[in-house]
């Protein structure tokens, strides 16, 4: 499922929201996810409330958020 949501976080240049909330996404989705954010400038927000990812990475995603 990721990995989809990669794709398309990657393909839709004008999302500028994506709430993820209650997923059950983990770090290895997360992960998934970043490598989307890191080709995607026009997302400035993302809600991962209640899924299990670590504080770090979750951390890292945000650092990618607003480095670009």
């Given at each position: 499922?990721?990995?989809?949501?990669?794709?398309?976080?990657?393909?839709?240049?004008?999302?500028?929201?994506?709430?993820?909330?209650?997923?059950?996404?983990?770090?290895?989705?997360?992960?998934?996810?970043?490598?989307?954010?890191?080709?995607?400038?026009?997302?400035?927000?993302?809600?991962?409330?209640?899924n299990q990812i670590s504080p770090l990475?979750?951390?890292?995603?945000?650092?990618?958020?607003?480095?670009?």
């Amino acid at each position: 499922g990721a990995k989809y949501i990669s794709e398309g976080i990657k393909e839709n240049k004008s999302i500028t929201e994506l709430y993820l909330d209650n997923n059950q996404i983990r770090d290895a989705g997360a992960k998934h996810i970043s490598e989307g954010i890191k080709e995607n400038k026009s997302l400035t927000k993302l809600n991962f409330f209640g899924n299990q990812i670590s504080p770090l990475l979750l951390k890292l995603i945000a650092i990618q958020l607003i480095s670009d």
